[in-house]
């Protein structure tokens, strides 16, 4: 996926599942044709005091994008979330990235924070 250049290694996949907040079956690949055009993690988390699914990354493949492959990569998380009994699902998005919050409003989110960032190249 764009912006990842480091490998992953099984070393890496291994720690990753020894964490809290790793969800058994929460990270899905998409495939086409046997290759990897998508992605999407869900783990457990908290917000307001009630379990809740944190939704992220959501990524597509360039290639891909705008065929409503991260709308049906969302709503199977949001499936997956609903078997398992969370009352909440939470997520993240870019300020920039209009097409997600789109999205995202448009399958049930709100939102419920705002957050500012700061840079300093140095």
Sequence with gaps: MKGNLAPITPEMVQ??????????????LMLKDDK???????????????????????????????KGLGRQLLRAA???????EYKKAVLCVNADNEKAKELY?????KQTEGVTAYELCL
């Design 105 to 109: 409003l448009q399958e049930g989110f």
């Design 36 to 66: 990897p055009v998508g992605i999407i993690r869900g783990e457990n988390d908290e917000y307001e005091g009630v379990p809740a699914m944190y939704i992220g990354p959501i990524a597509v493949l360039s290639a891909y994008q705008g």
């Design 15 to 28: 720690k990753n599942m020894a964490q809290p907040e790793y969800l058994e079956g929460g990270h899905m």
């Design 78 to 84: 949001l499936h997956f979330a609903d078997n398992l």
